[in-house]
Every structure is written in structure tokens, then in C-alpha cells.
């Protein structure tokens, strides 16, 4: 597709990548800009309302999530580098709302505008190469809550993305498309089991030799993540857009708090 | 069978430091994963034939009591008798009372599920009649005393040795390390119990309406073997498992074996209908179906109607990352994966099993494996807010959600948030990721690392660096 005019959209930054993981938004941020994208960061959002969804509290989920839906402007695409959260916009939401008849057209209106990083830059944009000058051997974990509601575009975004960087030598795991552990609530209230789950992930990820893991998602990155941080495991665990924006790393301090 | 399911966890940790489970289970779970996922792939109408299959499904269930009622018509017209049981009390009373009535004092029990979950062994006890498991993995399961870890295979979280250590203590054989070795053994013992037997027990697959016929598929032949050699047959099955029509067969068939076992069909597709008949060559004499409810119409009234499309294949629990890790015994009932995560709630009572649906991380693997489209992952949601409902969440986990709620309902109070978790977070870890949490979340930071909140979150630094132009 190629966009007539100027696209805008607003980064729908999710809660976690803002607190813990403010690289990542800048990365889809330059991402976005690199392609001539006008990006807004709309400040009054907080989170999706996945914590409570996800735990069944869902009285609490629509209170988060309707106020998720205020914070946006009412026009231009609403882009995440959180696949879960657009996840909760497509599949969570009708849940939710599936008895408020009118937050519930609101909210498809809404979902209808949003998406995953990969995903937009390439059904959206119709990015083939992000042009990233990132160079390493990189293997994918694809995270179990990427979308898969109505909006079926191009089959596989990421590892399409990743293909196309030239200093980029992507090398599949396998079972790249199994459970991490995560879980959100679950990585709490069973860690054992969790923890069980990533190990594998791991000797997978670690059996393919590659430099770096990417991932399109905000928990499963603090997951594997946080697992190779203990172990100081010889790879380095990236968000997908860090990848595709070519920086590894920004800097984290700068001026007065 | 009795739930045990409140002790998930604890029973979760147990498999977890097991190491010989943990080892049966990377082999055989990882074994029969690998042979259902090539299966289904080298399926070329999979899509297509789980699309029909699942609306059959529906389409069957909507009209559920008409067919069940030409079943029992067609059934009874062919010789068979039909009985019909509330619940796993008046089951029981039924199988003792059959058992009695035809003089039984020896029964060969092919693996099923519904007898397992009516307690059928209790009612044939009370009955006086002996009892043998022939299924091979039923029958070491039972010798060692531990609940089916699996739908499709009772002893699938047995290791040869384990199984070799059962034979020993139990009937007094010698060590031995291969399979054969050890199947030779239960087959002697069984066969000696399929010649004395007054009557075979089993489960169904399906029921077809149109016929009445009872359909048995195995892959070791012993379900076979009970239903035709002993004088009587005693088939136990729920409500759900009637499909309207022998055509409609086919497409089950090809979906339960691919996502069962990952081959095309099953070994043995036995189609029962009737007892034996003047000329027959074999066959029981005597035929009796009981069909359980057992909280099953309730289930098709409601929200959960879908569940009663599974057709226990057990795709869902070879798929599941969970299950994979813990096995089957923590789900403590009956059927355990996701699947037993979803029916166990509905049939034995949330109450009992309200751990069960947040055994799982929702991603999805078991509803992407199941041939008739179960949407579990979005049960096990839903069951989750039902315990809300049922008031069977701990009262912490609902100040916790209202203090979620509370900060995020408001961008200001989070930025607050944010900042005193950075400082606490700095102070303690002095810039590193933090290595320990307090409770709730100490479990988190056993074996992994949790990021200090940045010391300018994104839309701190968004501010800084473009203004607050937003």
C-alpha cells in the first residue's frame, strides 16, 4: 500500500516499555519517522488493562481500558511496539465490552486503527526493508500474543523485516512459536513452572549460536530477558523494533531529572 | 473420582523436582508432539476437515436431545439397552445393578474417561465383582496407584524403569528394561483375564444416532477384545458423544487420529451395534449403554456449550507448554491439560477446581492444536472471571486489581508511581537489574532478573526531548 499524504500516527507506547524499556519507544518512534510517518506520543495513556483482564478482574480491565480509548486523538493510526497490547485492543477488548453496546463500537472503531509495529510497517506502509543498519546473527521468538484477530495481512511481519536487513543473519530456534513463560500473572503465581518454560526457551535460543534474541513483545522481552541477565548467558535480548531501528542501545540518562 | 485439583501447585512442584518424570515427559510428550504437528501437516484439508468437523459438532450439540432420543431408539430397536444416569451416584447404582442382574464376577475394563469419572471401579467393588484395567498404560497406572496422567495414555509420565519397579512390587516379576519385555508381561496377565471375564466395561467415541451403533477406536486392540469376547458389554458414555449421522464419521476419524497419535487413522475402528445377533460369529450377548450427564446438559445451556464439542483426542494436553512441564497428575481429575482445565471447573465445580484455568499463560497452543475448534484459551479467560463472580478469588488479588485500577485510571498518578518505584528500585540495586522482589513477586527473581523502572520513563523523556507539544 502507499499511503496518499503525510500518515500519522500516535505510539501506543504500553506500560511496560515505558517504565522499564524507554529505548524501545524510541526505536519504533525513529522506525516510524524513517518512513515519513508523523508520530505523536498522547501522555494521558497508561496501560490496556491486559493485568486485570487476564486475572478475570474484569471490572477493573474496563475501567483501565476505557480509558485507554480516551487518550487517544480520534483520527490516524495508533501503532505499539507491544504485541500483546494491540493483542488486548483486537481480541480483549470485544470481550470486555461485549455487553456496552456503545463502548463496544467505540472500541472496534479503535481497534480498527491499531497496530503492532511489524505489522503496520508492512501491511500499512508496505515496508519491505526497514533499512536498519544493524548487523549480527539475530533468532526470533515469536511472542504467542501478537494479534490474530480479523486483521490478516502479510503472514509473518517480523521475520519478513528481519530478512530483509543486509548485516542482519537471522537463525531460526526451534519451536520459536512456543510459550516462553510469561504469561503476565502466571510468571507470579507460578514461577516454578514459568521459569521451567523459559529455561527451555533459552537452550533453545542459546543452541542457535545467534548474538541476540528479538522479540515483538514488551513481556516476553523482560521474561528471557531478565533470565539471560541472571545467568549472563552469551546473548543479548532485544525488542524487535531495536533491531529494526538499528540501535541497539540509547543512552538512558540525559539532563536534570 | 474425586477432585483433587486445589493442590495444583503444590502437585506442579512435586513434577517440577521429579526427575525421572521430567524426563518421561520430555520424552514422551515431546515425542508425541512432534508426531501430531507432522501429521497435521502433511494433512492438506486439515483446515477444512476441523471447519466441518467443528460445525458438525455444533450443529449436533444445538439439537442434542433429538438426537440422543433417535440413539436410543435406534439402539434399543437393534437389541441394546439403554440407560440413562443423572449423575456419578445414580451411575454407579446402574453398573452395580447390571453387574448383579447378568451374574458378572470378573470385568475387563477398557480405558475410558466417563467410567473414571462416574468412579465405576467404587460401584463394581460394591457389587462384589472384580475388576481389571486392559488397557497396557491403564493397567500399570492402576498397579502403581496414580490417577491417568494422560487421555490418550494412562502411564505416559512412566519411564520403562519406573514401570519395571511396579511389575516387581506388585505381581512379583523380575527387572526388566525393555518394552517388550514389559508389555509381554501385562498382555499374559490380561489375556488370562479377558477368558474368565462375565462382562467388558468401556467408554465410546462416538454414538451414531441413526444406527444406534457404538464406535470404539484403539490402538491396541484390547478395547476390541473387552467388548466382543465377555458375554456381556458394558458401554459407559456421555451424553455428548452422539453424532447424527454414519457419514459424518469419516472426518472425526481422520482429525481424533492425526491429533491424537499423529497417525492417519487408529488401529483398531470397531463399530458395535447391537449384541450379537443368530449367526453372528462373536459378539456379547447382552448389550448395555449407559449414558452419563453428569453436569453435562447444564454445560449445553450455557456459555461453555463448546466445550462439549471436544472429542478427546488429547491434541490440547501434547501441545500445552504447561502440561508439558507438570504432567497430568497436578490437574487432579479426570482429563488434565487445558482441556481438563476447562471441564473440570464445569463438571466437578469451580469451587474445586477454581486453580485450574490460571494453570496457563493464554498462549493459545491448545486452542491453534484442538481438530474441533474448542476455543479454550478464551474459556479458561472466562472461567477466570467467573471465580470473580463466585467470590472465589483471595481478597488480596482483588485490592491488588483495584490498586491496579486505580493508578492506571489516571496518567498523572502513575508518573508518581513510576518515580518512587525508580528511586526504591535504584536505591537497592544501584543501577543493576534487580536480583530480588519482595512477596508477591520473590518467586519472579528466583532464576531471573527484574529491570529497575528507568529513571526517566518514555514519557518523561518524551517530554524532554520534544516538548510537551502532545
Excluded at chain 2, 48 to 53: D, F, H, M, V
Excluded at chain 2, 284 to 302: F, N, T, Y
Amino acid at each position: 500500500m502507499d499511503p496518499k499524504g503525510p500518515v500519522s500516527a500516535s505510539l501506543f507506547f504500553s506500560c511496560s516499555a515505558d517504565a522499564f524499556a524507554p529505548d524501545v519507544c524510541f526505536a519504533a518512534t525513529e522506525l516510524l519517522e524513517r518512513f515519513g510517518v508523523k508520530v505523536g506520543a498522547p501522555l494521558s495513556q497508561t496501560c490496556c488493562g491486559q493485568p486485570a483482564f487476564f486475572t478475570g478482574n474484569r471490572k477493573e480491565a474496563r475501567a483501565v481500558a476505557r480509558k485507554l480509548l480516551r487518550s487517544f486523538p480520534d483520527d490516524g493510526y495508533i501503532v505499539t511496539p507491544s504485541g500483546s497490547c494491540a493483542a488486548m485492543v483486537h481480541d480483549g477488548f470485544p470481550v470486555l465490552f461485549r455487553d456496552e453496546p456503545r463502548t463496544l463500537a467505540a472500541a472496534r472503531a479503535f481497534a480498527e486503527r491499531t497496530y503492532e509495529l511489524s505489522r503496520f510497517l508492512v501491511d500499512v506502509l508496505g515496508v519491505t526493508d526497514p533499512k536498519s543498519p544493524f548487523t549480527g546473527t539475530v533468532t526470533y521468538h515469536e511472542s504467542c500474543r501478537l494479534p490474530k484477530g480479523p486483521k490478516a495481512g502479510a503472514a509473518d511481519p517480523p521475520r519478513t523485516l528481519l530478512r530483509s536487513i543486509p548485516g542482519v543473519a537471522l537463525v531460526e530456534m526451534e519451536e520459536a512459536g512456543r510459550c516462553c513463560g510469561f504469561g503476565g500473572v502466571f510468571s507470579v503465581r507460578h514461577p516454578q513452572i514459568s521459569c521451567a518454560m523459559t529455561e527451555r526457551k533459552i537452550e533453545r535460543i542459546l543452541a542457535t549460536g545467534a548474538e541476540y534474541v528479538a522479540t515483538a513483545d514488551m513481556g516476553c522481552l523482560l521474561n528471557i530477558g531478565g533470565m539471560i541477565s541472571r545467568y549472563g548467558y552469551p546473548v543479548k535480548a532485544l525488542h524487535l523494533a531495536q533491531v529494526l531501528a538499528g540501535a541497539p542501545r540509547v543512552e538512558e540518562e540525559e539532563g536534570p531529572p | 473420582m474425586e477432585p483433587d485439583s486445589r493442590a495444583f501447585e503444590r502437585n506442579a512442584l512435586k513434577a517440577l523436582s521429579d526427575k525421572e518424570l521430567q524426563d518421561a515427559l520430555e520424552n514422551a510428550v515431546g515425542r508425541i508432539e512432534a508426531r501430531r504437528a507432522a501429521a497435521v501437516a502433511s494433512f492438506d484439508g486439515f483446515e477444512a476437515a476441523r471447519e466441518r468437523a467443528s460445525g458438525l459438532r455444533r450443529e449436533t450439540l444445538s439439537r442434542l436431545g433429538d438426537h440422543l432420543a433417535r440413539f436410543i431408539e435406534e439402539a434399543e430397536k437393534r437389541g441394546a439397552v439403554v440407560h440413562v444416569a443423572r449423575d456419578a451416584a445414580q451411575a454407579r447404582g446402574i453398573v452395580a445393578r447390571v453387574a448383579r442382574e447378568e451374574g458378572v464376577a470378573l470385568a475387563v475394563r477398557s480405558k475410558s474417561t466417563a467410567a473414571e469419572e462416574i468412579s465405576l471401579d467404587d460401584a463394581l467393588r460394591e457389587a462384589g465383582v472384580e475388576e481389571v484395567e486392559t488397557d497396557l498404560g491403564g493397567y500399570v497406572a492402576r498397579l502403581a496407584g496414580e490417577p491417568p496422567s494422560h487421555i490418550l495414555s494412562s502411564a505416559f509420565h512412566m519411564t520403562r524403569e519406573a514401570v519395571s519397579r511396579v511389575f516387581e512390587g506388585k505381581l512379583g516379576e523380575p527387572p526388566a528394561a525393555d518394552a517388550a519385555t514389559l508389555s509381554a508381561i501385562a498382555r499374559k496377565r490380561l489375556e488370562e483375564s479377558f477368558s474368565r471375564a462375565g462382562m467388558g466395561v468401556s467408554g465410546a467415541n462416538f454414538l451414531v444416532a441413526e444406527t444406534g451403533s457404538v464406535v470404539l477406536l484403539s490402538n491396541d486392540g484390547n478395547a476390541r477384545a473387552g467388548a466382543l469376547l465377555p458375554r456381556v458389554h458394558l458401554v459407559v458414555a456421555g451424553i455428548e458423544k452422539v453424532v447424527p449421522r454414519m457419514a459424518d464419521l469419516p472426518v472425526f476419524l481422520r482429525l481424533l487420529s492425526r491429533s491424537a497419535s499423529g497417525q492417519p487413522l487408529p488401529s483398531y475402528v470397531s463399530i458395535l451395534t447391537g449384541p450379537r445377533r443368530d449367526g453372528d460369529a462373536e459378539g456379547p450377548q447382552r448389550l448395555h449403554v449407559l449414558l452419563i450427564d453428569c453436569g453435562r446438559s447444564a454445560i449445553l445451556e450455557g456459555k461453555y456449550r463448546d466445550a462439549l464439542k471436544c472429542i478427546r483426542c488429547g491434541a490440547c494436553l501434547s501441545a500445552c507448554p504447561v502440561y508439558g512441564c507438570v504432567g497430568g497428575r497436578p490437574y487432579g481429575w479426570v482429563y488434565p491439560g487445558p482441556i481438563g482445565a476447562v471441564l473440570t471447573p464445569l463438571l466437578a465445580g469451580l469451587s474445586e477446581a477454581a486453580a485450574l484455568p490460571d494453570a496457563s499463560t493464554l498462549c493459545g497452543a491448545c486452542s491453534d492444536a484442538c481438530p474441533v475448534k474448542v476455543p479454550l484459551s478464551a474459556f479458561l479467560l472466562e472461567l477466570r472471571s467467573d471465580t470473580r463472580f463466585q467470590g472465589l478469588k483471595a481478597p488480596a488479588e482483588i485490592a491488588w486489581a483495584k490498586g491496579y485500577a486505580s493508578v492506571m485510571k489516571r496518567a498523572g498518578v502513575l508518573e508518581a508511581l513510576e518515580r518512587i518505584l525508580g528511586e526504591l528500585s535504584r536505591l537497592v540495586s544501584k543501577g543493576h537489574p534487580l536480583s530480588g522482589m519482595p512477596y508477591p513477586f520473590a518467586g519472579w527473581t528466583e532464576r531471573r532478573d527484574f529491570p529497575s523502572v528507568a529513571r526517566r520513563p518514555f514519557r518523561k523523556l518524551w517530554k524532554i526531548r520534544r516538548g510537551a507539544r502532545e
